[in-house]
T-cell receptor
Framework: DTAVSQTPKYLVTQMGNDKSIKCEQNLGHDTMYWYKQDSKKFLKIMFSYNNKELIINETVPNRFSPKSPDKAHLNLHINSLELGDSAVYFC????????????FGPGTRLTVL | DAKTTQPNSMESNEEEPVHLPCNHSTISGTDYIHWYRQLPSQGPEYVIH?????VNNRMASLAIAEDRKSSTLILHRATLRDAAVYYCIPPGPISLTWGAGNNRKLIWGLGTSLGVNP
């Protein structure tokens, strides 16, 4: 019974393409997140949604657009992919706030060629 | 700014205890101290958290200094499966800062890479 799931696990695509990553949590949590882990292994928060409302929006290019159709889902759409977007993207959720325990998905490794 | 520090790496032998330190000298009075770990090619997973008192669970123990400026994650008997990067949150060495409008910025530090020798 996977708590936080993401698809796809791997994504290889060409520069300039548009792609989406999906995330679902079955924990009944109110808040979901997208993180980016780059090649240097820093884990940076990109977005956070609480009950379908955007509450954290870090300095991320507007080519990245999160969408939350309901509080159990948070998808990430990326337009015009660039080489620098290559990274591992993690979805996470927590009960209410950023300081609550976070539960992470398995990650999506995005490679832009 | 809240700042934390963790050693970059530590080594342990299998079945020996491991003490992973974290200094968080400017932690806020209401911030919980969370520890997560990230096994190779996996997402971070929750290990333990606490506020003031020491905590135990099936994975580890957390010892929190009386002044809350430091904490130690204790793995009582390290196994090969415990080899991972351990993160202490509030994160370090990069600051956890408050942005405008109560919007916290969160960048996890590099954590401590724990190697376990058979």
């Amino acid at each position: 019974d996977t708590a936080v799931s993401q698809t796809p696990k791997y994504l290889v695509t060409q520069m300039g393409n548009d792609k989406s990553i999906k995330c679902e949590q079955n924990l009944g949590h109110d808040t979901m997140y997208w993180y980016k882990q780059d090649s240097k292994k820093f884990l940076k928060i990109m977005f956070s949604y609480n009950n379908k409302e955007l509450i954290i929006n870090e300095t991320v290019p507007n080519r990245f657009s999160p969408k939350s159709p309901d509080k159990a889902h948070l998808n990430l759409h990326i337009n015009s992919l660039e080489l620098g977007d290559s990274a591992v993207y993690f979805c996470a959720s927590s009960l209410r706030t950023l300081t609550d325990t976070q539960y992470f998905g398995p990650g999506t490794r995005l490679t832009v060629l | 700014d809240a700042k934390t520090t963790q050693p970059n790496s530590m080594e342990s032998n299998e079945e020996e205890p491991v003490h992973l330190p974290c200094n968080h000298s400017t932690i806020s009075g209401t911030d919980y101290i969370h520890w997560y770990r990230q096994l190779p090619s996996q997402g971070p997973e929750y290990v333990i958290h606490g506020l003031t008192s020491n905590v135990n669970n099936r994975m580890a123990s957390l010892a929190i200094a009386e002044d809350r400026k430091s904490s130690t994650l204790i793995l009582h008997r390290a196994t090969l499966r415990d080899a991972a990067v351990y993160y202490c949150i509030p994160p370090g060495p990069i600051s956890l800062t408050w942005g405008a409008g109560n919007n916290r910025k969160l960048i996890w530090g590099l954590g401590t890479s724990l190697g376990v020798n058979p």
